[in-house]
């Protein structure tokens, strides 16, 4: 699969993942607007995988711009919390 086509395929996919892919994780608009980029850009090899692209995202969070990074650092303190 060419560069282009899976930029082509992320692009499409961006909306379904802002929608549905941070339920637990991003609530408002905001939050899901400000890791798409994030995710288009670190972890599109997982989209349209929901799952995969939020384990990417805590994989790379040292990586990510600094308001999803904020986001991501907050879900992971707070499954960690529910955890223990």
């Known amino acids: 699969m060419s560069l282009r086509t899976k930029h082509v395929r992320a692009l499409l996919a961006l909306p379904v993942i802002a929608m549905a892919a941070w339920p637990a994780l991003a609530e408002t608009e905001a939050e899901r607007q400000a890791c798409s980029n ?42 960690r919390t529910r955890s223990q």
């Open 38 to 79: 994030d995710a288009q850009v670190h972890c599109a090899d997982q989209i349209p995988d929901r799952d995969q692209v939020y384990a990417c995202l805590i994989r790379k969070v040292s990586t990510l711009s600094a308001p999803c990074k904020k986001i991501i650092s907050t879900a992971i303190r707070t499954n």
